[in-house]
């Protein structure tokens, strides 16, 4: 028993290692992709001397330890952001491994899932950063849900948001109307609230990025769990944005990491989640056939 306690305590605390690795990956992602810069090359330098930063100081959340948050070269404090990301990405990799176990689902069904965590976070701190979502990220989400409903079709069923399509003898193509179905339904609730917003404050009252990264939540959990975003997100916003407004009066507040907070904790109660909408659907069903 100590030994399997053992065992798994490491396996856990390397997945969250390898989580902090695609963090600081998602860091680059973060600052060039607004910038059009290449992922690739150039290296990573520092923003003030421009020195090519060291292997050992690219150590994901080690090296800015040792380092104690600044460059090496110029003394340049380095932004506490990058190790954030890191350890918000060590994080969400180790509860999603701890939610749905590999020994209970497939290695690609991970594999689904732990990207879209990543397109959520480096939308959220863009947005944080910019007020923006870059459509690099948004575009990608919405191409790559349908394509993984397709891979791995099971990914929608688990959310219960494939029986719409049930009728459909092929899995593979119900799924992929569920993915589908999900991008309309996420997109559409966030676009009838940017015009109703508009119509009532005659401004805009929310971008078409968070349109679009609603999409994208849609089409990965489907059009049930797009619905319990929808409705989480303004919650979570107002535990940030009361105080905010006190205290800073700024009016600007990002949409994004709300929504994608949100659509991560419905990712992790799935069923929870699910419930709750299916409870309304039969409520009304109930009075529609009554």
């Not at 918000?88 to 939610?99: Q, S, V």
């Not at 989400?141 to 349908?146: F, K």
């Not at 078409?208 to 990965?220: C, P, Q, T, Y």
């Not at 409705?231 to 990491?257: S, T, V």
Request: with cysteine; net charge positive; charged share 15%.
């Amino acid at each position: 028993m100590e030994q399997s306690n053992l065992e798994n305590a490491i396996i856990q605390l390397w997945i969250f290692v390898l989580g902090t690795v695609i963090g600081s990956f998602l860091n680059v992602c973060i600052y060039r992709i607004p910038e059009r810069v290449s992922l690739l090359r150039p290296r990573s330098s520092c923003v003030r001397c421009n020195e090519a930063i060291a292997w050992y100081d690219n150590i994901p959340v080690v090296s800015f330890l040792i380092l104690k948050g600044r460059c090496r070269y110029c003394n340049h404090k380095i932004s506490i952001g990058y190790p954030v990301v890191e350890v918000i990405t060590g994080i969400a990799f180790w509860l999603l491994f701890r939610y749905f176990p590999l020994r209970d689902t497939s290695f690609l069904f991970c594999c689904i899932y732990l990207t879209f965590c990543c397109l959520l976070i480096v939308c959220s701190f863009v947005d944080l950063k910019l007020h923006i979502i870059p459509n690099e990220v948004s575009y990608t989400g919405l191409v790559l849900a349908p394509l993984a409903s397709l891979v791995y079709p099971d990914f929608l069923v688990l959310s219960g948001s494939a029986w719409v399509f049930n009728v459909i003898g092929n899995q593979r193509i119900h799924s992929f109307l569920a993915s589908l179905l999900g991008i309309l339904v996420g997109g559409g609730l966030i676009y009838l609230c940017a015009l109703i917003g508009k119509v009532v404050l005659k401004k805009d009252a929310m971008g078409f990025g968070d349109v679009k990264l609603m999409g994208v939540i849609g089409g990965f959990l489907g059009w049930k769990l797009s619905i319990t975003t929808f409705f989480l997100a303004p919650f979570l916003g107002l535990l940030f944005a009361i105080p905010k407004l006190i205290f800073n009066k700024e009016r600007m507040i990002p949409y994004g990491p709300f929504l994608s907070l949100a659509a991560f904790i419905c990712l992790l109660y799935i069923d929870v989640c699910s419930g709750i909408i299916d409870n309304y659907v039969d409520i009304f069903l109930y009075f529609f056939n009554h």
